[in-house]
């Protein structure tokens, strides 16, 4: 099974704070965890969850988000979608601000997602000529990268630009114009210029468990660093799913650590879906196979060297907040994050601390 990459609205607007509450949350069959530690305090890099704005307004996700976390990744309100929803010459960065000072008012630090994306943008810059297409480009990324400078820790600057199943990079409004390693080429020595001390990252997702989108991905970082790019660090999203075989994940992971870069675990989540319309497995052995994989990527994280080991973020707190529980197809049995609706532990949290502890 392999999970594409879906562009899911994650505004307050278009979807509830949180969704209702089914029925079948947790069931008796399914496994109930010891009590565990906040996962800040088991995690040996900063520990870090997205955040909606919204979310700021409810005492509990704010409760959960305290104990357990030092670092926020805002999910959706610092892309251009929503900054340039007005056009280039209105950004709107109420949301992101807020984000912003309730990080501060915590304690806790901001990784800034995300400058540039092949699947945002292209309403705003077609017509364009090709001068104007540059000033927009170098603009946007000045504005934003240069507002929060100071405030972010670190930038996912390019977001995806390899293929789902591997074979090439995107083809995109942003390559047509400086061409596939170009155009991220740039946006890196943009931002670079907008925030010197920002720590800056290439996301992708799948890299850890399609093999040739890992190869691609391998390849394209090396041409980066070869080619003189101010690339500081590696995102790895890790939208993970059950059936990943086992120790696919360490082995990438001791790959990818041989650029000797930041790693940061960007975006977990694992789904307990399969595209298998005929598989009878139980919930329990389901969440079995999740802890597996968790488990095996909280260990070969914990085992990098320590300057490596940037940050690790769950995309998400509970299972309520995820993507994966949005819309109408949500049967409530999905469990992708580490607690529950109600904010109780879930395996998976189980799963982190002992991967952690490893």
């Not at 305090?41 to 307004?57: C, E, H, M, W, Y």
């Not at 409760?63 to 805002?74: C, E, G, H, K, S």
């Not at 907008?194 to 970082?221: C, H, M, R, T």
Request: with cysteine; aromatic share 10%; charged share 25%.
């Amino acid at each position: 099974m392999s999970i594409s990459r879906r562009t899911v609205l994650a505004s307050g607007i278009a979807l509830p704070l949180t969704a209702p509450l089914a029925a079948c949350d947790r069931t008796s069959a399914e496994p109930i965890p010891p009590n565990v530690p906040p996962l800040k305090s088991v995690a040996p890099s900063p520990f870090g969850t997205a955040i909606k704005a919204l979310q700021i307004d409810d005492p509990d996700w704010v409760a959960l988000a305290r104990a357990n976390v030092d670092q926020l990744t805002p999910e959706w309100e610092m892309k251009m979608e929503y900054i340039l929803a007005d056009g280039l010459d209105r950004p709107r960065f109420d949301r992101s601000d807020r984000i912003a000072a309730f990080a501060k008012a915590q304690g806790m630090a901001m990784h800034g997602h995300t400058l540039i994306w092949y699947a945002q943008g292209k309403e705003v810059f077609e017509g364009l000529s090709g001068a104007a297409f540059d000033r927009a480009f170098d603009g946007y990324i000045a504005a934003v990268a240069g507002r929060y400078r100071g405030k972010v820790r670190s930038w996912d600057v390019v977001n995806e630009p390899i293929l789902d199943d591997g074979s090439a990079l995107r083809d995109c409004h942003w390559s047509a114009r400086y061409g596939q390693d170009g155009y991220i080429l740039r946006a890196f020595e943009k931002a670079r210029i907008a925030d010197p001390d920002a720590v800056l990252f290439l996301n992708e997702y799948n890299q850890e468990s399609i093999p040739a989108k890992g190869v691609q991905f391998l390849k394209l970082v090396e041409r980066l660093l070869k080619a003189g790019c101010p690339l500081q660090g590696l995102g790895l999203q890790s939208h993970l799913w059950i059936d990943i075989p086992e120790g696919v994940i360490a082995a990438y992971m001791r790959e990818v650590a041989q650029f000797g870069l930041p790693i940061h675990v960007s975006e977990l989540d694992c789904t307990l879906r399969t595209e298998n319309r005929l598989d009878l497995r139980s919930q329990a052995d389901r969440l079995a196979l999740q802890s597996d994989r968790v488990t095996e990527l909280a260990s070969a994280f914990a085992a990098l060297p320590e300057r490596q080991r940037f940050a690790f973020t769950v995309w998400g707190l509970r299972d309520t907040d995820s993507w994966y529980r949005q819309g109408q197809k949500d049967d409530g049995r999905d469990k992708p994050l580490a607690f529950d609706s109600f904010g109780r532990p879930n395996p998976m949290a189980q799963a982190l601390v002992a991967g952690f502890r490893t």
